[in-house]
């Protein structure tokens, strides 16, 4: 019998970030930084320049850098945010309260508190106080901007080494931004194993996977806008009803009706349809198939034929 495994949070990826920009836009940009409220001070991860400078200057630019969030002011000074797993931002009415464990930071603006929370017991997101764009740089993995780049530059970053497609798209050094949620969308729509070899795939492979970033992350940056309409993002989740596979583990594909298989390698969950990106092939997780040895099922008709035992 297989194991059913318990799906965790993921942290915000590039939609969610690009969601939470958009929302931050007309409520910072040009407004006062007045003062910067610091709960937990293991949050800033830099000694200088010092936060208290960039109080009292205006913002000027906000950026995406990978998962991160860049707050510039005046005097390109930057602050940067990394929500990590559990972190989360919130618009709150000028001078909130910061009440709760939960509660790590508040940027406060004259119309209004942009408030930093962070679920559970560890304290995983953080802050830097950067300076110019070397102080940027310093925080930015390196991946590629899927939007900025075409397919032979998509193709040539995914190829600098042999990996697994799964592995390849979540590799912030690659591909600017893409996590584990989006990925698993990725795969799904471009009918490619999350297992396949980048270094393997055909010329018509690389154009549907290509088109199906480029078209599932324009998807879903537009409706998490759409959904927050004028107001602030407040259902970050890498896991939607809506979404094809990531996190539908047991559930029907929705383009051909099989059961939506997931295997787990570390702390990562991979979600994919055998039907539609396998032919059929049920992927090895790395525990379940040593436990159950020559039992693990190779097609979807093993798989099921082992259920009725």
Not at 64 to 87: F, N
Not at 115 to 120: F, H, I, V
Not at 157 to 166: G, I, R
Request: include cysteine; aromatic fraction near 6%; glycine fraction near 10%.
């Amino acid at each position: 019998m297989l194991v059913k495994l318990n799906v965790k949070s993921s942290m915000p990826e590039l939609p969610d970030i690009k969601a939470y920009i958009a929302a931050m836009e007309p409520r910072l940009m040009g407004q006062r930084l007045d003062r910067i409220r610091l709960v937990n001070p293991f949050l800033l991860r830099t000694v200088e320049p010092r936060i208290a400078d960039a109080e009292g200057r205006r913002v000027t630019e906000l950026r995406r850098i990978g998962k991160r969030i860049a707050i510039g002011v005046e005097g390109d000074l930057w602050l940067v945010l990394h929500l990590m797993i559990a972190g989360r931002l919130h618009w709150k009415g000028a001078g909130a309260k910061l009440t709760g464990r939960q509660n790590l930071a508040s940027f406060d603006f004259p119309a209004g508190s942009l408030t930093l929370t962070e679920a559970g017991a560890k304290r995983r997101a953080s802050l830097h106080v950067l300076s110019g764009e070397e102080g940027l740089r310093s925080v930015d993995p390196g991946g590629i901007d899927v939007f900025a780049a075409d397919l032979e530059s998509f193709r040539r970053a995914l190829t600098v080494e042999n990996h697994t497609l799964k592995r390849a798209l979540t590799d912030p050094s690659l591909i600017s931004g893409v996590g584990n949620a989006y990925s698993d969308e990725i795969l799904h729509a471009a009918k490619l194993s999350p297992l396949a070899q980048t270094q393997k795939l055909k010329p018509d492979e690389w154009e549907r996977l290509f088109a199906a970033t480029l078209g599932t992350l324009a998807l879903w940056i537009e409706r998490l806008k759409t959904e927050a309409g004028d107001g602030f993002p407040e259902k970050v989740t890498a896991f939607r009803a809506e979404m094809a596979v990531h996190g539908r583990g047991g559930q029907p594909c929705p383009r051909c009706g099989a059961e939506v298989l997931r295997i787990r390698y570390a702390d990562n969950e991979t979600n994919y349809c055998a039907r539609c990106q396998t032919g059929g092939k049920v992927l090895a997780d790395r525990g379940l198939s040593r436990l159950l040895g020559s039992d693990w099922p190779r097609t979807l008709d093993e798989l099921e034929a082992l259920r009725r035992r």
